[in-house]
């Protein structure tokens, strides 16, 4: 049976395996989030994080090592947050992204006591190269002062402004010039010098498919713009492009993405959960 540890800097290399670059950042950066690891016979098997708050416990990653999977991990994980939500009087909440009820994700949250679990109606689409190329079709040509760039081109106090403004949001960046970004394709938008937009892509797990990673844009002028920036830069790679993933987390974004790429597939949908005191 696994035992339940709060993880340390100190032990976090035995529970690297399990983490995601975005989940380790977050736990190295954020003073707020408690890592909770399941070691079995001195092996770690599972690992979840927790943000906490004055009121809530916000539940932001959970994982299974593969050979301990059906093992009853998860539900350990998912006691002791429950429980901790409980003993402390704060709500539980978090959120998870499943292709259909079927998935055994959606199965372990559905199933457990006191867990409400609910869709949140925002998903994950797809959209095969060869529509991109109507994109620029579908796109009103923008008579504005915006300006296109790459976010290469950005001097590092504007990279730096942009990073801070994606940690007000709560969203954990990676650098955009790291190898698995695609940088003619990760853009901004600029009015009189000032970034008012910017669009992030990067490889995806899929042969020859590319993630957008973040979307911000402050006016639909600026947002509208970027992608049709990126659709004639796709158009330019698109024997190496064979489609694009749009991770909606919004209604904005997914209203976006659906407007603007209406025969795109929806892959799958996030789930909210909580457990209420």
């Known amino acids: 049976m696994a035992e339940l540890y709060q993880i340390t800097e100190e032990s976090l290399e035995m529970f690297r395996p399990m983490l995601t670059d ?3 950042y ?7 989030i408690l890592g909770v690891g399941a070691v079995d016979r001195e092996e770690a098997c599972g690992v979840m994080l927790l943000k906490l708050s004055e009121a ?11 050979a301990y999977r059906k093992r009853g991990i998860a539900t350990a994980l998912l006691r002791f947050a429950k429980d901790m939500a409980l003993k402390n009087g704060k709500v539980l909440y978090g959120s998870f ?20 679990v609910q869709s949140t109606g925002r998903g994950v689409y797809r959209v095969p190269a060869a529509l991109l190329l109507k994109v620029r079709d579908r796109l009103p ?3 504005s002062s915006l300006e296109t760039e790459e976010f290469e081109s950005l001097g590092q106090e504007e990279r730096n402004a942009v990073f801070k403004k994606l940690k007000e949001e709560g969203v954990y960046y990676f650098d955009p010039t790291e190898e698995n970004y695609i940088s003619p394709l990760c853009l901004v938008v600029k009015k009189e010098n000032e970034v008012k937009g910017v669009l992030l892509t990067r490889v995806g797990e899929e042969p020859g498919e590319v993630v957008v990673n973040y979307i911000y844009g402050a006016d639909p002028k600026s947002t509208t713009q970027m992608f049709l920036s990126a659709a004639e830069k796709a158009g330019e790679l698109f024997g190496q492009i064979n489609a694009f993933r749009f991770i ?3 209604e904005e974004s997914e209203s976006l993405v659906q407007k603007i790429f209406p025969e795109a597939e929806c892959r799958g949908l996030f789930y909210e959960f909580s457990v209420d005191i």
């Open 56 to 66: 809530f416990i916000y539940l932001t990653y959970i994982a299974v090592s593969d």
């Open 141 to 143: 040509a923008l008579k």
């Open 248 to 250: 909606c987390v919004n």
């Open 97 to 116: 992204f499943a292709a259909d009820e079927n998935e055994p994700i959606f199965r372990l949250f559905f199933t457990m006591p006191a867990y409400a």
């Open 22 to 24: 975005q989940s380790e």
């Open 26 to 32: 977050s736990f190295l950066s954020d003073p707020d």
